[in-house]
Nanobody, 114 residues
Framework: QVQLVESGGGLVQPGGSLRLSCAAS????????MGWYRQAPGEQRELVAS???????NYADSVKGRFTISRDNAKNTVYLQMNSLKPEDTAVYYC????????WGQGTQVTVAS
């Protein structure tokens, strides 16, 4: 059974940093393209960043230069380092795994407020 479990969300002040983790199990992790998506209230879910099996990365324009996605295949984990956080980064952040099938995690709340 495939599971994606996100962690690391929370409340942070503007300008602060958070590191999200997504631990995967029950899958051949290294084969998957892993992505972080977010959904703010009343908004559509949007791609934040993704990393392929060969570690090619892609970022939303709104987070370029502030967020970094990485993966550790030995730990079956993908990370999202978020720096210089802004109130508009507030959302539920979801982990997604894509290869032959798509899987989603349950999400972790990130709130940026003073």
């Amino acid at each position: 059974q495939v599971q994606l479990v996100e962690s690391g969300g929370g409340l942070v002040q503007p300008g602060g940093s958070l590191r999200l983790s997504c631990a995967a199990s029950g899958m051949r992790f290294s084969f998957y393209t892993m992505g972080w998506y977010r959904q703010a209230p009343g908004e559509q879910r949007e791609l934040v960043a993704s990393i392929t099996s060969i570690r090619s990365t892609n970022y939303a324009d709104s987070v370029k230069g502030r967020f970094t996605i990485s993966r550790d295949n030995a730990k079956n984990t993908v990370y999202l380092q978020m720096n210089s956080l802004k109130p508009e980064d507030t959302a539920v952040y979801y982990c997604k795994a894509d290869w032959r099938t798509t899987y989603w995690g349950q999400g972790t709340q990130v709130t940026v407020a003073s």
